[in-house]
């Protein structure tokens, strides 16, 4: 590959790179923007919940959360003391709904960022340094 | 005379009245699954991970408690099947079962046994015991609710599961660091697993069982 072609890939790919890095910003937001508190909670007989002394839907599974949960008819009525929304674990076993966390998405567009920083910062110099040895070749010589 | 006898016969009342009474965790408790489950005794495990929180449950739950209303003391063990505990993820569930992790294939038991009960205000307690994880015991401290209801008062949902006696609804919640049990991992060192594991129990616990002689 003649070196003027390795400058237009190395302009392509760094370009490429500065482009995924800057979308995955709003790409990201657009995804999690629906995140919401949860608590996940399996659904207990209120008979039963009274014999715990406890009032709310069911037992808690696992800690209060942000996540993507799509499906309106796995929410529960209420709302807990932090304004979490109360969702059926049971639901979600049911339909083999694994709920997605934005902390999960979060962390992949982190991975995202490295990798496109990286790669844009690596093209970008292999491209000047292209462009500078091909700007001094043409240079006339006295 | 009189007023000493009174008083005498009060207070073996009382002592009676004071003894612990033995209630069991069954199986029985633990077999309704799915929307029409009307009650499952439940462990739960929580792990924070750098990409999500995860939690793992079993409801492979037995063991005993003694409990004492009077005197607001009691004890017990629990014994949770480790080896049932599931992620919604099989390959990390695989992975938990593992010698690098927990190693639930060789030791499948976390077992909790009970040192010393304190009652710290109505109905909550604070439990201090031995907890045995991948062969390795170390003493816990829990904050344990338990409460107790006569028979009479216990809904036929759970009656229909076999449960005929008083009831002791019991709840508790623990962290654990997992170094502390041996369950050393790189993933742990590189900060990507938390040390921390946080553990629930929620379990119904009866002194009388149809099928008991």
Redesign the interface.
């Known amino acids: 590959m003649k070196a003027g072609q390795w400058q237009r890939v190395c302009r392509f790919l760094a370009l490429l790179a500065v482009a995924v890095f800057v979308l995955s910003y709003p790409v990201t937001w657009f995804i999690t923007r629906n995140g919401q508190l949860i608590q996940r909670v399996i659904p207990a007989d209120a008979s039963v919940s009274a014999l715990f002394g406890d009032s709310g839907p069911g037992t808690p599974f696992g800690e209060r959360g942000v996540y993507l949960i799509g499906d309106p008819a796995a929410f529960l009525e209420g709302t807990g003391a932090k304004g979490e929304r109360f969702v059926s674990q049971t639901y979600l076993d049911e339909k083999g709904i694994y709920p997605l966390q934005t902390k999960t998405v979060w962390f992949f567009h982190f991975f995202v960022v490295l990798v496109s920083g990286v790669g844009a910062l690596i093209f970008g110099v292999v491209w000047w340094s292209l462009n500078r040895r091909r700007g001094a070749r043409s240079a006339p010589s006295l | 005379m009189k007023k000493f006898i009174v008083t005498l016969s009060a207070l073996l009342v009382h002592v009676a009245l004071a003894a612990p009474v033995e209630y069991r965790i069954s199986q029985q408790t633990n077999t309704a699954r ?2 029409n ?3 499952a005794n ?1 462990a ?1 495990v ?1 792990s924070e991970t ?6 793992g ?1 079993t409801n492979n739950v037995t063991g005993t408690l003694s409990f004492d209303r009077e005197a607001k003391t009691g004890g017990g063990t629990l014994i949770i099947n480790g080896k049932s505990i599931v992620t ?2 099989d390959l990390r569930d695989e992975d938990m079962r593992t010698k690098a992790w927990m190693d639930f294939d060789n030791n499948p038991e976390i077992r909790f046994e009970t040192i010393r009960v304190l009652n710290y205000r109505e ?1 909550v307690y604070r439990v201090r015991g031995n907890l045995t994880l991948k062969g390795v015991t170390k003493e816990v401290v829990a904050r344990v ?1 338990m ?1 107790y ?1 006569p028979a009479s ?3 036929t ?2 009656k229909n599961l076999g449960i005929l006696g008083d ?1 002791v ?1 019991m ?1 508790s919640k623990f962290s654990i660091k997992l170094s502390d049990f041996g369950i050393k991992h790189p993933a742990i060192d590189a900060g990507r697993v938390s040390d921390r594991l ?1 553990m ?1 129990v ?1 379990v ?1 616990a009866s002194d009388k069982y149809s099928g008991d002689k």
């Open positions: 799915g929307s489950q009307v009650f439940i739960t929580e750098d990409f999500e929180n995860f939690t449950r919604g993820v109905d609710t409460k209801s008062r216990v809904p949902s759970l009831v609804a709840s946080d629930t929620k119904i």
